[in-house]
């Protein structure tokens, strides 16, 4: 038995559905499925999903608040006004202010630019910044990304008179800043038919209906933002990030070009997989660091040398940024370990002062993902007394939810479900943790916190095939909302196993079942190689794409995760180093059984004598347990009765079977060698073993063993006398079989043991505990 790393919770669909769009759509039946579980169940929605018709985008004047936004972005352009554009400094501020600089150079606006220093302002916008604005002549401020929480400098706008239009597109708060404007599909009352746009997607929205036109132009930096902000990427985010891909792979911006060259995926057929970890990081880490004017400069800029130094200063960052994050996280692991311990915290609050706030995020979906409790990352300025933190989540616990029920010790939050910021006192701090805890206590279960593979669907081997990884391909960009398909193998037989990579880490398995075989290969789960019999049965969950190599083509499961449902045998009789195997399996799971108070001794296993258990203990508990059996039992009935005594039995058999004399490659004398010993002793009348025994061994070809052994057997039958090691016959011999002789027993017992369970191959050994283990279940089932 091998038990999978998380939870594979198999999606349920009602199959009519399913069939609805398989016959009106000419649908295969697995894509069918699939739309299905993601929630695209009509005739209609799968069309705009799969764009069986072409797709225009949304009217962007179904935003409220969208007309008046647009007639005071016309009026101060046509009166020459500064305009400002307040933007935030991740990959989705970024891309919005960015989108915004193009657009008010096509307006031929007179603008400028400003995105807060995360370290010296912190997130969204501020008073002081607001005051200067004032300062240098700006008549409208338009916030980009944020600003949906800013009460207090909508306030301040109109005490120094400055208009204010707002585009967010984060959760709003009960009170509603008194803007001039705002612009978000998640305003209370506003009808926008999709709601789940990024603040990027907003700005495209805002630029569509100035310009009266679809900006496709945009599109490039567009999908930047919206994959990188993790927004769902279903209705107009798909249309979005679908286009806005086609429009990076051909894009003539000279600072997304050297982007993408640095990245090393200029050549490359660009995927959502490729903006969300290759040029998503690398924008965030400009303002992650130090201010994420560059990531707007090198979206924006015209100039070849230009862009190309700022794409290599922003990979700079971001190896600087992968730096600290790796040791920041480090110490936050400690510090959950050593004073937080998730078995006592069901929400992980950890901080610490000079953590770098840029990068707190990042760490906390580090914890997140070893400790799978919703966790909290501070960077804590005593001087200032505040401390800045993020959050993430996990399923079951809606933290932007969960904080608005602290809005008294947070004057400052926002955020998603899964996601949110926040800034608060450090006194605060413990409360905080204490309130959290306690909401969590009252809606989460223990089995929430084993983390969840959700499975889309189970496939035979021969469903995997070229055809349908191409019509898997029609459900992409992937992204939150429309996932890349998780596909379950169930119950396959293995071809081969091993280990690859230069350290041996990655794992590389061919499946197979019926006569089909699939390649798959689990990277970094080399460490469970061990841990799969190549003779198992065994579940995997995983995602499948086409294998390039050589000019061949094939299908292969990339390998998430791995289950054995069956007990299995491990077979040790010839392990070289047993105290090593011994000490890799979990101290907590093996348990050593001998049936001989010596083997020990005798296998050099001294150190692991407190461990040992002897198969006649009444404390003896094998149950979901991995045992090492390792000497030969006396009898099969002995090991029948070691595995009676639980009711589910063990996990894992590893058997060695030590045996310090082996009596199977003796010879056992059939019953026609007795015949013709018994023979030859009543011809002789007598006969001298000392002097002679060797002599008559030799003479058979047997050895000197076997005819002791005989004796011994004659002797125990009374078939024989013996004095001073003259063998006489018996004057009147009893009528007895050779089985009623202990010796013989014994003998014939011993070598029955050792075929069994020494010299067996490992299926006859499998077959054996497979059918004892039977056994023992409809024992207990009678029971």
Same mark, same amino acid.
């Given at each position: 038995?091998?038990?999978?790393?998380?939870?594979?919770?198999?999606?349920?669909?009602?199959?009519?559905?399913?069939?609805?769009?398989?016959?009106?759509?000419?649908?295969?039946?697995?894509?069918?499925?699939?739309?299905?579980?993601?929630?695209?169940?009509?005739?209609?929605?799968?069309?705009?999903?799969?764009?069986?018709?072409?797709?225009?985008?949304?009217?962007?004047?179904?935003?409220?608040?969208?007309?008046?936004?647009?007639?005071?972005?016309?009026?101060?352009?046509?009166?020459?006004?500064?305009?400002?554009?307040?933007?935030?400094?991740?990959?989705?501020?970024?891309?919005?202010?960015?989108?915004?600089?193009?657009?008010?150079?096509?307006?031929?606006?007179?603008?400028?630019?400003? $995105?807060?220093?995360?370290?010296?302002?912190?997130?969204?916008?501020?008073?002081?910044?607001?005051?200067?604005?004032?300062?240098?002549?700006?008549?409208?401020?338009?916030?980009?990304?944020?600003?949906?929480?800013?009460?207090?400098?909508?306030?301040?706008?109109?005490?120094?008179?400055?208009?204010?239009?707002?585009?967010?597109?984060?959760?709003?708060?009960?009170?509603?800043?008194?803007?001039?404007?705002?612009?978000?599909?998640?305003?209370?009352?506003?009808?926008?038919?999709?709601?789940?746009?990024?603040?990027?997607?907003?700005?495209?929205?805002?630029?569509?209906?100035?310009?009266?036109?679809?900006?496709?132009?945009?599109?490039?930096?567009?999908?930047?933002?919206?994959?990188?902000?993790?927004?769902?990427?279903?209705?107009?985010?798909?249309?979005?990030?679908?286009?806005?891909?086609?429009?990076?792979?051909?894009?003539?911006?000279?600072?997304?070009?050297?982007?993408?060259? $640095?990245?090393?995926?200029?050549?490359?057929?660009?995927?959502?997989?490729?903006?969300?970890?290759?040029?998503?990081?690398?924008?965030?880490?400009?303002?992650?660091?130090?201010?994420?004017?560059?990531?707007?400069?090198?979206?924006?800029?015209?100039?070849?040398?230009?862009?190309?130094?700022?794409?290599?200063?922003?990979?700079?960052?971001?190896?600087?940024?992968?730096?600290?994050?790796?040791?920041?996280?480090?110490?936050?692991?400690?510090?959950?370990?050593?004073?937080?311990?998730?078995?006592?915290?069901?929400?992980?609050?950890?901080?610490?002062?000079?953590?770098?706030?840029?990068?707190?995020?990042?760490?906390?979906?580090?914890?997140?993902?070893?400790?799978?409790?919703?966790?909290?990352?501070?960077?804590?300025?005593?001087?200032?007394?505040?401390?800045?933190?993020?959050?993430?989540?996990?399923?079951?616990?809606?933290?932007?939810?969960?904080?608005?029920?602290?809005?008294?010790?947070?004057?400052?939050?926002?955020?998603?479900?899964?996601?949110?910021?926040?800034?608060?006192?450090?006194?605060?701090?413990?409360?905080?943790?204490?309130?959290?805890?306690?909401?969590?206590?009252?809606?989460?279960?223990?089995?929430?916190?084993?983390?969840?593979?959700?499975?889309?669907?189970?496939?035979?081997?021969?469903?995997?095939?070229?055809?349908?990884?191409?019509?898997?391909?029609?459900?992409?960009?992937?992204?939150?909302?429309?996932?890349?398909?998780?596909?379950?193998?169930?119950?396959?037989?293995?071809?081969?196993?091993?280990?690859?990579?230069?350290?041996?880490?990655?794992?590389?398995?061919?499946?197979?079942?019926?006569?089909?075989?699939?390649?798959?290969?689990?990277?970094?789960?080399?460490?469970?190689?061990?841990?799969?019999?190549?003779?198992?049965?065994?579940?995997?969950?995983?995602?499948?794409?086409?294998?390039?190599?050589?000019?061949?083509?094939?299908?292969?499961?990339?390998?998430?995760?791995?289950?054995?449902?069956?007990?299995?045998?491990?077979?040790?009789?010839?392990?070289?180093?047993?105290?090593?195997?011994?000490?890799?399996?979990?101290?907590?799971?093996?348990?050593?059984?001998?049936?001989?108070?010596?083997?020990?001794?005798?296998?050099?296993?001294?150190?692991?004598?407190?461990?040992?258990?002897?198969?006649?203990?009444?404390?003896?508990?094998?149950?979901?347990?991995?045992?090492?059996?390792?000497?030969?039992?006396?009898?099969?009935?002995?090991?029948?009765?070691?595995?009676?005594?639980?009711?589910?039995?063990?996990?894992?058999?590893?058997?060695?079977?030590?045996?310090?004399?082996?009596?199977?490659?003796?010879?056992?004398?059939?019953?026609?060698?007795?015949?013709?010993?018994?023979?030859?002793?009543?011809?002789?009348?007598?006969?001298?073993?000392?002097?002679?025994?060797?002599?008559?061994?030799?003479?058979?070809?047997?050895?000197?063993?076997?005819?002791?052994?005989?004796?011994?057997?004659?002797?125990?039958?009374?078939?024989?006398?013996?004095?001073?090691?003259?063998?006489?016959?018996?004057?009147?011999?009893?009528?007895?079989?050779?089985?009623?002789?202990?010796?013989?027993?014994?003998?014939?017992?011993?070598?029955?043991?050792?075929?069994?369970?020494?010299?067996?191959?490992?299926?006859?050994?499998?077959?054996?505990?497979?059918?004892?283990?039977?056994?023992?279940?409809?024992?207990?089932?009678?029971?």
């Amino acid at each position: 038995m091998l038990k999978s790393n998380k939870r594979w919770k198999l999606a349920q669909l009602e199959q009519e559905k399913v069939d609805l769009l398989v016959s009106e759509l000419n649908l295969t039946p697995i894509v069918a499925k699939l739309l299905v579980l993601r929630g695209i169940e009509t005739v209609q929605a799968a069309t705009r999903f799969l764009y069986k018709e072409e797709v225009s985008f949304y009217d962007p004047f179904l935003l409220d608040g969208m007309k008046e936004a647009v007639e005071r972005i016309q009026l101060a352009i046509e009166k020459n006004e500064k305009i400002l554009i307040f933007g935030d400094y991740d990959a989705d501020g970024v891309s919005s202010t960015s989108v915004m600089v193009y657009l008010m150079r096509e307006l031929g606006a007179n603008f400028n630019y400003y $995105i807060p220093n995360r370290f010296t302002e912190g997130y969204g916008p501020n008073e002081a910044a607001f005051r200067q604005a004032k300062l240098d002549g700006y008549d409208l401020i338009i916030t980009v990304d944020t600003g949906i929480s800013a009460v207090h400098e909508a306030e301040v706008a109109k005490e120094i008179d400055i208009d204010l239009i707002i585009t967010d597109h984060h959760e709003a708060p009960p009170q509603l800043p008194d803007a001039y404007a705002i612009v978000n599909p998640k305003k209370p009352g506003c009808t926008y038919p999709f709601k789940g746009l990024a603040g990027v997607g907003v700005a495209f929205k805002l630029a569509h209906a100035l310009l009266d036109e679809v900006p496709a132009h945009l599109l490039d930096i567009v999908a930047i933002g919206t994959i990188a902000d993790l927004v769902p990427l279903v209705d107009e985010n798909r249309l979005l990030a679908k286009k806005g891909i086609e429009a990076l792979q051909r894009t003539t911006k000279p600072g997304l070009k050297a982007l993408k060259k $640095i990245a090393g995926i200029d050549t490359q057929v660009m995927n959502a997989e490729h903006v969300g970890f290759a040029i998503g990081p690398r924008v965030n880490a400009a303002g992650r660091l130090d201010s994420a004017d560059p990531a707007v400069e090198l979206m924006t800029t015209d100039d070849e040398l230009t862009g190309k130094t700022i794409a290599e200063e922003i990979d700079q960052l971001n190896k600087e940024r992968k730096a600290i994050v790796d040791e920041m996280a480090k110490e936050a692991i400690e510090q959950v370990e050593t004073q937080f311990p998730p078995s006592k915290n069901h929400v992980l609050i950890v901080g610490k002062e000079g953590w770098n706030p840029g990068v707190i995020g990042i760490v906390a979906s580090r914890l997140v993902e070893k400790f799978y409790r919703p966790t909290i990352v501070l960077s804590i300025d005593r001087e200032k007394g505040v401390a800045k933190g993020s959050a993430r989540s996990i399923e079951g616990f809606d933290m932007f939810v969960n904080l608005s029920e602290s809005r008294d010790i947070l004057p400052h939050f926002g955020g998603h479900p899964m996601a949110a910021g926040l800034t608060m006192k450090i006194e605060h701090v413990e409360e905080l943790r204490r309130r959290l805890n306690k909401q969590a206590d009252a809606l989460l279960t223990e089995e929430d916190f084993i983390p969840v593979t959700k499975v889309d669907l189970v496939a035979k081997l021969d469903e995997i095939s070229l055809d349908v990884i191409k019509q898997l391909d029609e459900l992409a960009p992937y992204g939150v909302s429309n996932p890349i398909p998780k596909v379950m193998i169930e119950d396959v037989s293995i071809g081969q196993i091993r280990r690859i990579g230069s350290d041996e880490n990655h794992l590389k398995v061919l499946f197979e079942q019926d006569g089909t075989t699939l390649d798959g290969i689990g990277f970094q789960l080399g460490y469970i190689h061990p841990e799969i019999n190549p003779a198992a049965k065994v579940s995997a969950v995983g995602t499948v794409s086409v294998n390039e190599w050589n000019g061949h083509c094939k299908p292969q499961l990339f390998i998430e995760d791995v289950q054995v449902n069956e007990w299995q045998l491990f077979d040790w009789r010839n392990a070289k180093k047993l105290a090593e195997n011994i000490a890799s399996l979990p101290k907590q799971k093996r348990k050593l059984i001998a049936f001989q108070s010596t083997t020990m001794d005798k296998l050099g296993l001294d150190t692991l004598n407190e461990e040992v258990c002897y198969a006649e203990s009444d404390e003896v508990n094998i149950e979901n347990k991995y045992i090492v059996l390792l000497d030969l039992p006396r009898s099969t009935q002995q090991l029948e009765e070691l595995l009676l005594k639980e009711t589910t039995g063990p996990e894992r058999i590893y058997s060695v079977f030590y045996q310090e004399d082996s009596n199977y490659f003796s010879t056992l004398p059939k019953r026609e060698h007795f015949k013709w010993y018994y023979a030859f002793l009543s011809k002789k009348g007598s006969f001298d073993m000392k002097r002679y025994g060797q002599q008559l061994a030799a003479h058979k070809g047997w050895s000197k063993n076997t005819v002791d052994f005989m004796t011994q057997v004659f002797f125990e039958l009374d078939f024989v006398t013996i004095n001073n090691g003259i063998i006489s016959l018996h004057p009147t011999p009893s009528k007895k079989g050779l089985d009623e002789s202990e010796t013989y027993q014994r003998m014939t017992e011993q070598s029955k043991l050792e075929q069994q369970f020494l010299y067996s191959s490992y299926y006859e050994l499998k077959l054996w505990f497979d059918q004892a283990i039977d056994q023992v279940r409809k024992v207990k089932e009678s029971v």
